[in-house]
Nanobody, 124 residues
Framework: QVQLVESGGGLVQPGGCLRL?????????????MGWYRQTPGKERELVAT???????NYVDSVKGRFTISRDNSKNTVYLQMNNLKPEDTAVYLC??????????????????WGQGTQVTVSS
């Protein structure tokens, strides 16, 4: 069973920084895209940044120049470095892995998975 475990959230003052990590575990032999989304109460889940297996990154306009996504394929881990944080960045950040190829009970499985989320609060 593939699992995604996030870490690194917390409370930070405006202008501060945080680094989120998300590690995928299980009998994985490849992951196409890993990324981060965020959600606040009453709003739709928003894509923050993605990193494909072809090393292509994509960011929502509101974080460009402040956030950097990176990936360590040897560890099936994706990171999100968040600098110059703003109060509007406050949200639950969720890790996503798409087109994950894994083995479950001897069967080749392709699936999409989500982490449990980590809270990021930007406040003075």
């Amino acid at each position: 069973q593939v699992q995604l475990v996030e870490s690194g959230g917390g409370l930070v003052q405006p202008g501060g920084c945080l680094r989120l990590s998300c590690a995928a575990s299980g009998s994985i032999f490849s992951i196409n895209t890993m990324g981060w989304y965020r959600q606040t109460p009453g709003k739709e889940r928003e894509l923050v940044a993605t990193f494909t297996s072809g090393d292509i990154t994509n960011y929502v306009d509101s974080v460009k120049g402040r956030f950097t996504i990176s990936r360590d394929n040897s560890k099936n881990t994706v990171y999100l470095q968040m600098n110059n944080l703003k109060p509007e960045d406050t949200a639950v950040y969720l890790c996503n892995a798409r087109n994950v190829h894994s083995i479950r009970a001897g069967v080749h499985v392709i699936g999409d998975y989500w982490g449990q989320g980590t809270q990021v609060t930007v406040s003075s």
